[in-house]
């Protein structure tokens, strides 16, 4: 993944109330939509070009506005963005509001870069660009308009969102008969909580698929994914990725885990019980794998 000159680049990867899952896509609890933001920004900003291919953006006049103001130029059919931490694959460029000259261009050269909300958040505090990405949707393209700084003119900035990987695991439900083994629930925003049984812990590593995902195999691929271990002495969680950025490093997880998810499919939930060595407990993992790219990127 090539280097930036902008603080924003690709991405650094660095007991709830359980329901069921809602029905219609929400961001922080609200129920997406995707209206009434624009602020007549989009009779001013003429944007041109396939997704995914640089944009030329062209002006009225010098724009003002008073307010972050965006509308959806395409408007793709792929998973909606839900959560700050889901991870998409796109491209961005910043233009100036005043003459609609190029200022920053991030994975318009034909190899898109990995972002997720809060990142963009981080990179580029002042221009609060993240509203206009929440529960935008896979193959749409986002032009966002920022209003002028102290420093500066008004700011315009193109979002290609090529993909956008899973925010939890999609699929379908796949029955367990074993007995003796971790049950788990879900919260609505996907989150595993997992129930250990009482008795002894398995004496060998059990692995079972929670949810069936309809995605490609993980392979030799770089997973994305996001987990949580609980002990089952102490029934305490030991780990839990959930609330930050999405996982991508398979050493992280032991031996059985990390063979169990490039088992997996894309989209899958797994089960994997880890016996303990010595003195130590055996730890219950369950693993949503959100997405993966080809291990090259």
């Known amino acids: 993944m090539r280097k930036t000159s902008a603080a924003l680049a690709a991405l650094a990867l660095s007991a709830v109330a359980l329901t069921g899952c809602s029905a219609a896509p929400t961001f922080a609890g609200a129920t997406c939509d995707r209206t009434g933001s624009a602020n007549g920004i989009d ?13 030329k953006v062209s002006l009225v006049g010098p724009l003002q506005t008073k307010e972050v103001s965006f509308f959806d130029a395409e408007v793709g059919d792929g998973d909606p963005l839900v959560d700050p931490n889901q991870v998409f694959v796109g491209a961005f460029a910043m233009y100036s ?23 963009i958040e981080q990179g580029l505090p002042d221009l609060k660009l993240n509203k206009a990405l929440e529960c935008a949707t896979g193959g749409s393209r986002v032009v966002v308009a920022a209003p002028a700084s102290k420093s500066g003119d008004s700011v315009i900035a193109v979002f290609d969102i090529e ?49 069936a995902g309809e ?23 030991a780990e839990s990725t959930w609330g930050a950025l ?52």
């Open 246 to 297: 999405p996982e991508a490093d398979l050493s992280k997880l032991p031996k059985q885990v990390a063979d169990a998810v490039k088992a997996a499919n894309v989209g899958s939930q797994i089960l994997v019980v880890v016996p303990g060595e010595g003195d130590a407990q055996a730890v219950a993992y369950v693993v949503d794998i959100l997405g993966s790219v080809p291990a090259s990127n």
């Open 163 to 211: 993909s956008a990987m899973l925010s939890r695991a999609e699929g379908t439900d796949v029955f367990n008969s074993a007995r003796g083994i971790p049950s788990v629930v879900r919260a609505p925003d996907g989150r595993p909580g997992i129930i250990i049984p009482d008795g002894k812990a398995p004496t060998k590593t059990v692995s079972e698929t929670l949810i």
């Open 215 to 237: 995605g490609d195999k993980v392979g030799d691929d770089q997973p994305f994914f996001a987990y949580t271990a609980v002990g089952w002495n102490d029934r305490k969680v």
């Open 97 to 119: 509001g005043k003459t609609g000259e190029m200022i920053q261009n991030v994975g318009f050269d034909g190899q898109g870069q990995l972002f997720t909300i809060s990142t």
């Open 43 to 55: 009779e001013d900003v003429s944007v041109t070009g396939e997704l995914g291919s640089q944009p």
